[in-house]
């Protein structure tokens, strides 16, 4: 089993940036794709940025040019990198991990237990 430990939520005010962090940790696996989502009191949970295990990179139209996922393979580690941040940006953050046991074909998805973000007007 992967679990997921993210960090670096906090408060900040409108225009400012924030970075966030997502290590992975468990025995003998292989990690994928790696993802931020996030999920606003009353809102559905949406994706903000995604990366694969090649470096390529997706972004939520909403969050493009102002935010940057990046990863660190040898770390299995994953990074959002938030600047101009805006109110609207609040939201508790999750990243998720897909992930096989080394050989093997199948794949699992982990979640972190989640970061909070609030941006000040």
């Known amino acids: 089993q992967v679990q997921l430990v993210e960090s670096g939520g906090g408060l900040v005010q409108a225009g400012g940036s924030l970075r966030l962090s997502c290590a992975a940790s468990?025995?003998?696996?292989?990690?994928?794709?790696m993802a931020w989502y996030r999920q606003a009191p009353g809102e559905l949970r949406e994706l903000v940025a995604s990366?694969?295990?090649?470096?390529?990179?997706n972004y939520a139209d909403s969050v493009k040019a102002r935010f940057t996922i990046s990863r660190d393979n040898a770390k299995d580690t994953v990074y959002l990198q938030m600047n101009s941040l805006k109110p609207e940006d609040t939201a508790v953050y999750y990243c998720?991990?897909?992930?096989?046991?080394?050989?093997?074909?199948?794949?699992?998805?982990?979640w972190g237990q989640g970061t909070q973000v609030t941006v000040s007007s």
């Open positions: 998720n991990a897909d992930w096989s046991y080394t050989g093997h074909m199948s794949s699992f998805r982990s």
């Open positions: 990366i694969s295990s090649g470096g390529r990179v």
């Open positions: 468990g025995s003998a696996f292989s990690i994928d794709a």
